[in-house]
């Protein structure tokens, strides 16, 4: 990952727009901050793109929208890969963010950005219509950098997916292996399903009932993880309750949206988030010198 940010470091310097691709369930949680401390060391718009927006909460994209909208040099566009009409949509984006390329002799040159499994690959080969980057449900498909011709006077330079060498909070942390942003071998699948079950019973419990049947009022997390294991028969082979088989179903159901359309952060949750963590952070050196 040093050598991919020191590579999209020096191609910044000759690049006219970042496109950068986030999660629309999560989009704050799914931006590398790597990624905006780059582009604004050069001074570059940002074209914001909040991908897989489908299977994400409506209100709380609108809520975003209208966060990112207000930020300088930035257009948040909430968009699914999947529809090829939304991705067509991007290069004339680009052009508004960097008008003194469309002068019809200055090439547009645009650089696309993101985490691992955020859809930047499938977003590629639907710009070039064809397959030139490979598309799977892992994290970390792309491996280098490369740059092709998207028509007439446009460039696009494709990047590695880029994570971050410390995600400094937990619940960051859960929502991307909920989302399949961070592979299976970094995480425990029922740690991620009960914190997935939490946000759901605070958030979206009509969503739980719907679909598995329960009672969600008096759960916590792992005990919808229980509930739904019990509720879809996952079983180990002596008869116990296999609660990784039902973690499995639950985020399974999350991450294809069979659950509902559904967003694990908003702007109002992420701002007390980040002030539960300064307040907690801010406490901690009275702690210690009282010990």
């Not at 650089?111 to 070039?128: E, H, R, Y």
Request: glycine share 6%; hydrophobic share 45%; with cysteine.
């Amino acid at each position: 990952m040093n050598s991919a940010r020191k590579k999209a470091a020096e191609m910044l310097a000759a690049i006219d727009v970042v496109i950068e691709v986030t999660d629309a369930r999560l989009p704050e949680a799914s931006s590398n901050p790597m990624i905006g401390e780059l582009r604004r060391f050069r001074n570059r718009p940002c074209l914001k793109l909040l991908n897989k927006v489908d299977l994400a909460d409506p209100a709380a994209t609108k809520a975003w929208m209208d966060f990112y909208n207000r930020q300088p040099n930035v257009k948040a566009v909430a968009i699914s890969a999947k529809k090829p009409a939304d991705v067509a949509r991007i290069p004339a984006l680009c052009r508004m963010l960097a008008p003194h390329r469309d002068d019809g002799t200055k090439p547009l040159r645009m650089m696309i950005m993101g985490i691992p499994n955020v859809g930047k690959s499938t977003i590629m080969n639907a710009l070039l219509k064809r397959k030139v980057a490979a598309v799977g449900d892992e994290p970390a498909v792309t491996k280098q950098l490369q740059t092709l011709d998207l028509g007439p006077g446009m460039t696009l330079t494709d990047t590695p997916g880029l994570m971050w060498p410390k995600i400094e909070h937990d619940a960051d942390g859960f929502m991307l292996a909920a989302s399949h942003a961070i592979g299976r071998n970094a995480v425990i699948d029922e740690e991620v399903a009960a914190f997935l079950a939490g946000i759901l019973l605070v958030r979206y419990p009509a969503l739980l009932q719907a679909r598995y049947k329960i009672d969600p009022a008096q759960m916590d997390g792992p005990g919808v993880v229980e509930a739904v294991g019990l509720r879809r028969g996952c079983r180990t082979k002596g008869g116990g309750l296999d609660l990784e088989k039902a973690a499995q179903v639950l985020l399974t159901d999350y991450r294809s949206g069979a659950l509902g359309r559904i967003s694990l952060e908003t702007p109002d949750t992420r701002a007390r988030m980040l002030a539960d963590a300064a307040a907690a952070a801010a406490e901690a050196p009275a702690d210690d010198d009282q010990d």
